[in-house]
Every structure is written in C-alpha cells, then in structure tokens.
C-alpha cells in the first residue's frame, strides 16, 4: 500500500468561511480531518471566528488546540483563568473544559480537535 498524499488549502485563512454555528457572531468550519484514514482517533481542524457581540460558552468534549491567527479575543475558563488573546497564542482546551470566548473587535483561530470531523 502507498503512502497518502497529504492536502493543501491554498491561502486557507483569507478564503475559507466557516459558518455560522452560534448565536449571530460565531463562526466555525472544519476544513481537514483524518476520519477517513483513521476512524478510531480522528483529528479534525478548521477555523474559529468571533464577530463582536454575543458572548461563546463551549464546553469541550474532545482535546484542542487552537492558535489565534488574526484580531482578539478575550478567553476565560471556569476555573476563572482569563487571558486576552491576540495573534500568535497558542492554547490547549482539555476535555471537559467550560470555555468563554469575547471579543471587542473580532478573533481567528486556527484550531486541531481529538474529534470527528463537523463535530464541534
């Protein structure tokens, strides 16, 4: 059997738009996942975004990570931990994580999640 050949989304941050997921701000898409290879321990990835409005709360019931790629957004956890997120910061989401997602402006992130792809 071959080696399978890996996948590129040219310029994937400026031309993928994920939908809507929530409320009127809150936007997420996969646009990868291992499920077909790996059916078992499927990773999936795509992106995150944040319009101003709306507060997110997630409860996390798979492992991510994410990276903030573009804008800001502020981050709290139920453990009360607070963080302002800007472009570059990485974070790691461990299931069972209550996470809430603000922002003042708008926040992309990149994210790979222990999950079935369209799954979040």
């Known amino acids: ?3 399978p050949a890996f996948t590129h989304h040219s310029q994937a941050q ?3 738009s994920p939908p809507l997921i929530a409320n009127e701000n809150a936007y997420l898409g ?8 790996d059916s078992e321990k499927p990773i999936s990835a795509g992106f ?3 319009e101003k409005g709306t507060p997110l709360v997630y409860t996390y019931t798979y492992h991510e990570m994410k ?5 800001e957004f502020d981050i709290e956890d ?3 931990q607070k ?3 800007v472009r570059g910061d990485v974070f790691w989401f461990p299931k069972g994580s209550v996470v809430t997602f603000t922002t003042e402006s708008f926040g992309l992130g990149f994210y790979v999640g222990q999950r079935k792809k369209d799954s979040a």
Do not use: N, P, Q
């Not at 996969?30 to 499920?35: L, M």
């Open 67 to 71: 990276i903030i790629v573009d804008g």
């Open 1 to 3: 059997m071959s080696a």
């Open 78 to 80: 139920s453990t009360g």
């Open 83 to 85: 963080v302002h997120a």
């Open 30 to 37: 996969d646009i990868v996942s291992s499920e077909s290879l």
């Open 14 to 16: 400026t031309t993928f």
């Open 48 to 50: 995150y975004r944040l």
